[in-house]
């Protein structure tokens, strides 16, 4: 029997009729083609399917769609929705804190959303927010340095 | 005079990367595409006696079941030994037994479970030093009759490579020594752990009994050509068209998911198959690194010159050798580090086992024998009371030294890349005791890797009318920045602005022939043949300019997009050239094939050519670590990483190399390692493998060291592999300088540390 | 990708009526709370409920407030608010130093503690700091309410006194008295703490008039089948001053209280080990806490 859901996502209201087993991370990739968002492990435990939930960074791949009714969900595709790169994406340009990219939407929200709460944050504060997001690549220093880059300029 | 060359641009595949525009293989779907799902053995060696797959082929959405016999086909680079699904029998616990196609991935998950199959156990060998065992049980019974290269196997054991090497005279090296220095070192199974898992697309043309595959490699063509040899079709008969690539490392070389697609591919009608790995299977069903036992001897005078040394190293490839061949050769030759020994010799063996498959590894075995070869350099350097860095400092290769096989090597930054970490870690000052239950210690390692040579690469080079530059070549983005660098050598060699150059994707029915993307080879390869393709388009311009306004193409010169006459002067912008041609159309075109094989750079002693290498790559780290007495726990505070690259066409690009090679070394040392038990991986999820986060990131300091090389691009050789390899052991040397304790067998865990003090103030030495 | 099997699904909008539905659903039937066990352990096949019963849509079951004597956790509150609340870490400071290095922020987000005491780990991170904070689960089912210290609710590896239709309500943790100080130390297979438990420790002490040691709890994870008291341990520190000797002591004796297995993760020497040493640890922070200084 399926759930009747009423959300936003990147600004744009949804009504969805979804099965109730299909994770926030299904729809979004599955459904809504909104494929920015990744899956490397399904369990929680690597953070690229992360999104924000009324603000707050969540692995949606353990958040069932039902629990997402209400919510307001951004993805990355929801930061440059205008074309132009927030201050966070071109830090993360300038910078090259990426390297394969896959983590990166992950990265880029979660630096955003962090920096809305406190835009000066300090180095080590950093680290225990973005902990939850495996690099393989190693691109972590210059995730750093473009947080650094970025600091108390604000959004 | 180079405008982008040498410059910190930012990438090309920024803005698709930041803002989630990023394709990958994963990203993808195709109408009317079916799902794939793969039913694996629980067992590590056992015959499949019968398959029941009546419920399964009935289940809802289910489109096609296929097993071994319906497809019994064999494929493998080295040796032809490995099923795409198995068919009278299973190697190793997690090997795809039975592949199912469904309308959705669900339903190919839940049919699984309505699969019957009845194995009969057989004894399986699940340790390496046992596969030696002439009573072990065999994995390959069978394996003098396989489909294979030149490389030498001994028939009727479980040793599927066997690789000897020998120089001057080891007995009277030994003999001549002052110290012999003798130990047993381990390096142990990893995973990848690309973020983006194994995943493939295949759909099978019934017409022509083609396929084609959207892929995620580093390697299309040796992918392809595996493929297709497997099929049993002409190479250009299997076309893979290759996305975005979220990591490889080594690991996505050979077919992997490809296999499974493929064969559900030919069983759906025509409809295109996805199979994407979960994480689990990507653990403990893709490819892990090939584990090493590694016993070295070497006989060193007293003031450090090293004269002889002996390796004996037994590689385990696991159930299949896939990619391990070219490891344990290539590798166990560079157990010899850096450094210049008279006195060699060398045995290497490669065995199955019934365990996962293993491979290529971020440095083709480097990673494990400098593991080895390092951490006995340190233990030389204390026996006979000298500094780690003068031991290295004394031995290592110089401009002109003459490699094992008598080649000459040039370009050889070694000796910068020790003395500048040395420098920038602090050598010789460490603040002993921060807290009571705290020690800190710095350690130094170093490495050599060369490149696969020969090789080559191809690219074709199209100008369009409007002035922009298609770089066609099979040079996934995989990470590394590839796509970048090789547009700035195009736009450097052409004389246009960066913002002009495209480098489309890959895919092997219209970009020509390229090696992997692996050996750290791209800039080096490819950037050679677009310098000579870049070259001649320009030539064609200025010719087309010649003509045009009837100058002599010698005095003019292609910049920033417009011809100028050399003494400076604008004579026409490129696109206005170009748009003279509008009526009749005009595309430029030039193709070129830049090859390492004929280069006399390679010249060697008669018969050992083959050990050359276009060019050698060179890292050393120092590394600063904190270990805590009390719970054994590691941490590393500091790394100064050290690369010789020739030439850095991007020093941003090659930091990110360095710099990630750093958190890979480290994760691998210290924080990664498989539970094995009777050949079964126990912890094959995120959940207890753990990989570095950013909270275990030390001070890393990427130093560039630039060295002449001169057939390379630019002067630029290569930089992906190298900064992987020397972490462990600098870590560990490191420990060793902050408590005196020295573990020889990966991964260095802090219950191995514990254990190792007890045992030293046991033996009162604390 | 990782995917769910089909489940009976619903999300009561009471208390009252997610009671009736466990009472009359199958055995095998799960209460979704943060889903950061439930939808990981559903994935991975290890739970496979028939229906799920998710009670996020029952509006009292979330929040942190002040009550006469103590505070009170809804159940559903999430682990990020318990790490972050002033009030926690005033009054209960292990219980957020607890909270800070369970999982990884984006799990923290979705984690309950609720959940978490339900799920009743061996590893559990919150269940040892619940213990020496005196905390208290207020429970509903089918026969009416009831409390029980959160102690006493462990029963096994993931199990529990609850009954199938129980539903951990709110945790009630007193006000901790004067002289109270607590703390947390875990540590896991990387040195930031974000892992499942190797071992964890957790400890709570009240100092009298002169500094010496009244009140003491110490509770351990992943060192025993449950998070577990080691009582002996906090007898030996009963009416002493806290110094190195005495708490060293005690750590020791922790260890020897530790019940510890070997497994994938650690071998059962290497708990013991860390028994004593994250003992001694959280027992120097208590102290710490409670505004002392360990003599030497």
């Known amino acids: 029997m399926k759930v009747h859901i009423e959300l936003a996502v990147n600004g744009v209201d949804y009504q969805l009729h979804v099965d109730p087993r299909l994770t926030v991370l299904e729809v979004l990739r599955e459904q809504m083609l909104l494929t920015g968002t990744k899956e490397a492990c399904g369990v929680g435990e690597c953070g690229t399917c992360v999104v924000l939930a009324d603000g707050a960074p969540v692995t949606s791949c353990l958040v069932l769609a039902s629990d997402a009714d209400g919510a307001a969900i951004e993805t990355v595709e929801g930061l440059a929705a205008d074309g132009e790169l927030t201050d966070v994406q071109q830090a993360f340009v300038n910078t090259g804190a990426f390297q394969c990219g896959f983590c990166t939407p992950a990265m880029v929200l979660t630096v955003t959303a962090m920096l809305r709460k406190d835009n000066d944050p300090d180095i080590e504060e950093v680290k225990k927010v973005l902990g939850g997001i495996l690099c393989r690549c190693g691109a972590y220093p210059k995730i750093l340095e473009a947080v650094t880059e970025i600091k108390g300029v604000g959004k | ?766 | 990708m990782k995917r769910l099997r089909a489940f009976d699904y619903h999300e009561p909008p009471t208390l009252a009526e997610a009671i009736d539905l466990l009472v009359a659903a199958p055995d095998d039937a799960r209460v979704l709370a943060g889903g950061t066990d439930l939808i990981v352990d559903m994935k991975t096949g290890r739970m496979r409920p028939s229906t799920v019963v998710n009670l996020k849509r029952i509006p009292e079951l979330s929040g942190i407030e002040e009550i006469v004597g103590g505070i009170r956790i809804g159940a559903l509150t999430k682990v990020t608010d318990v790490e972050v609340s002033l009030l926690v870490q005033e009054r209960c400071p292990g219980l957020a130093e607890a909270a800070s290095i369970l999982a990884s922020p984006p799990v923290r987000a979705l984690a309950t503690i609720g959940g978490n005491v339900g799920r009743a780990s061996p590893a559990s991170d919150l269940g040892p700091a619940l213990i020496v904070h005196q905390a208290v689960a207020n429970i509903q089912g089918r026969d009416g309410v009831r409390v029980e210290p959160v102690e006493t609710l462990y029963v096994g590896p993931g199990s529990t006194t609850l009954a199938s239709s129980d539903i951990i309500t709110s945790i009630t943790l007193p006000d901790p008295p004067p002289g109270f100080g607590s703390a947390h130390v875990k540590l896991g297979k990387r040195g930031s703490g974000t892992d499942i438990a190797l071992a964890g420790a957790s400890a709570s002490v009240v100092l009298g008039d002169r500094g010496q040691i009244g009140d003491c709890r110490i509770a351990l994870a992943s060192l025993g089948p449950i998070p577990f008291r080691a009582k002996a341990s906090e007898a030996l520190l009963k009416t002493e001053m806290p110094s190195e000797t005495v708490l060293a002591a005690a750590a020791a004796r922790a260890a020897g209280e530790a019940r510890p297995i070997s497994d994938m993760r650690a071998t059962a020497s290497y708990r013991t080990t860390l028994a004593r040493v994250l003992t001694l640890r959280a027992l120097r922070g208590a102290v710490e806490s409670a505004g002392a200084e360990v003599a030497v």
């Open chain 2, 1 to 766: 005079m180079t405008a982008y060359v040498g410059s910190r641009v930012p990438r090309v595949d920024s803005v698709d990367k930041v803002t989630g525009g990023a394709v990958y293989a994963v990203d993808l779907a195709m109408p009317g595409m079916l799902h794939g799902a793969v039913l694996r053995s629980p067992y590590p060696h056992a015959k499949i006696v019968s398959i029941d797959l009546s419920r399964a082929r009935s289940a809802p959405g289910v489109k096609a079941v296929v097993t071994g016999k319906d497809f019994p086909l064999l494929f493998g680079s080295a040796i032809k030994d490995q099923p795409f699904l198995a068919i009278d029998r299973v190697r190793y616990v997690g090997e795809p037994v039975v592949a199912v196609a469904a309308e959705s991935e669900v339903e190919a998950q839940e049919a699984l479970d309505l699969i019957w199959v009845d194995y009969e156990e057989l004894p399986a060998v699940v340790d390496m030093t046992a596969a030696l065992d002439p009573d072990a049980p065999l994995v390959h019974p069978d394996l003098h009759t396989y489909k294979r290269g030149g490389h030498e196997i001994v028939p009727h054991t479980n040793i599927n490579t066997l690789y000897r090497y020998s120089r001057g005279d080891i007995d009277a090296g030994f003999a001549a020594a002052d110290l012999v220095v003798e130990g047993e070192y381990s390096a142990h199974a990893l995973s990848h752990v690309a973020l983006e898992v194994h995943t493939a697309i295949a759909e099978y043309d019934m017409g022509s009994g083609g396929y084609t595959l959207w892929v995620s490699t580093d390697r299309p063509f040796f992918l392809r050509n595996e493929l297709a040899e497997g099929l049993g079709l002409p190479s250009t008969q299997v076309r893979l068209v290759v996305a975005q690539v979220g990591g490889s490392f080594g690991g996505k070389g050979v077919p992997i998911a490809e296999a499974i697609a493929v064969v559900l591919a030919r069983h759906s009608g025509g409809r295109p198959v996805r199979v994407e790995f979960t994480r689990e299977e990507c653990l403990i069903a893709s490819q892990l690194r090939v584990p090493a036992i590694m016993k070295l001897k070497t006989g060193v005078n007293r003031d450090g010159l090293m004269i002889a040394r002996s390796a004996e190293v037994l590689w385990d490839s696991g159930a299949y050798t896939a990619y391990t061949v070219g490891v344990a050769i290539r590798g166990s030759q560079t157990i010899v580090g850096p450094y210049r020994i008279p006195n060699l010799q060398i045995l290497s063996r490669q065995v199955y086992t019934n365990k996962a498959i293993t491979g290529s590894y971020r440095g083709y075995g480097t990673t494990q024998v400098t593991w080895a070869c390092e951490t006995q350099m340190d233990e030389i350097a204390a026996q006979l009371n000298l500094d780690p860095v003068d031991v290295r400092l004394k031995n290592g290769y110089s401009e002109g030294d003459a490699y094992l096989n008598g080649q000459i090597m040039y370009s050889v930054g070694l000796t910068e890349t020790i003395e500048r970490t040395a420098a920038e870690i602090g050598w010789g000052s460490v603040e002993r005791e921060p807290a009571p239950h705290l020690r800190r210690g710095k350690g130094i390692a170093t490495m050599i890797k060369p490149t696969m040579t020969p090789s080559s690469s191809n690219v074709t080079i199209n100008m369009e009318q409007d002035g922009r530059v298609l770089v066609i070549c099979a040079a996934p983005e995989i990470g590394a920045g590839q796509d970048t660098v090789l547009a700035q050598m195009a736009a450097d060699a052409i004389g246009i602005p960066l913002s002009d150059v495209s480098v489309p994707a890959t895919d092997t029915a219209l970009t020509p022939y390229n090696g992997p993307v692996a050996s750290s080879r791209t800039t080096y390869h490819m950037g050679n043949a677009i310098v000579s393709a870049g070259a001649e388009i320009r030539d064609e311009i200025l010719g087309l300019a010649a003509d045009e306004f009837g100058i002599d193409a010698e005095e003019l010169v292609l910049r920033d997009g417009s011809v100028y006459e050399v003494e400076g002067k604008l004579l026409i912008t490129l696109k206005d050239l170009l748009a003279k041609f509008a009526g009749e159309g005009l595309s430029l075109t030039v193709g070129s094939r830049f090859s390492s094989a004929s280069s006399p750079l390679l010249k060697a002693d008669p018969g050992e050519e083959w050990m050359s290498s276009i060019f050698w790559m060179f890292c050393t780290q120092a590394a600063e670590i904190e270990v805590d007495i009390e719970t054994g726990v590691i941490r590393v505070v500091k790394v100064a990483a050290a690369a010789d690259v020739g030439k850095a066409i991007n020093p941003m690009l090659v930091e990110q190399q360095i710099e990630g090679g750093v958190v890979m070394g480290l994760s691998n040392g210290i924080l990664e390692s498989f539970s094995i038990r009777d050949g079964r991986i126990e912890n094959g999820s995120l959940a207890d493998y753990k990989v570095a986060t950013i909270q275990d990131l030390p001070q890393i300091v990427p130093i560039i060291v630039e060295s002449v090389h001169e057939e390379a691009p630019y002067g630029a050789k290569g930089v992906g592999e190298p900064a992987a390899a020397a972490t462990p052991p600098a870590i560990a040397n490191a420990l060793y300088d902050a408590i005196g304790v020295r573990i020889r067998d990966l991964p260095v865990t802090p219950e191995k540390v514990l254990a190792a003090l007890a045992e030293l103030s046991e033996q009162g030495r604390a």
